[in-house]
């Protein structure tokens, strides 16, 4: 074949391709979970609930989250700036499994108030 026809091609294929990724990336939802207890370690995950306690510390939060079964699950988030999250505020916490001292807890990526 002839460059100009491989050319031609490889861009249909490089536009195709990109054109579904942004098609799926934006049906990519993560579902949120009740509990951590089948979540295998750094597995991506998506809670909702009520603060229950918090902490802070200069380079972190602590928080428990109390979700609709009234269990509840460690969060720890790293921020880059202040937060003003306080106990009782309904929250979307995006993040990573972890387990630390045989318990599993979430290290935020991305908290929303709702």
């Known amino acids: 074949m002839e460059e100009k026809t491989l050319l031609k091609i490889s ?3 490089i536009i195709l391709g990109l054109s579904f990724l942004f098609i799926y990336s934006g049906e990519l939802e993560l ?5 951590l207890e089948n979540i295998p370690n750094e ?9 229950a306690q918090l902490r802070e510390t200069e380079s972190a939060y602590f928080l428990k989250i109390e979700g609709s079964k009234i269990q509840t699950t460690d969060v720890i988030l790293f921020p880059e700036e202040k937060l003003f999250l306080k106990e ?3 929250v979307e916490v995006t993040g990573d499994t ?15 108030v709702k």
């Open 11 to 13: 861009l249909v294929a």
């Open 31 to 35: 579902k949120a979970v009740e509990t």
């Open 43 to 51: 597995e991506t995950v998506r809670l909702t609930g009520k603060i």
């Open 88 to 90: 009782g505020q309904f």
């Open 98 to 112: 972890e387990e630390y001292k045989g318990k599993k807890e979430v290290i935020a990526n991305k908290i929303i």
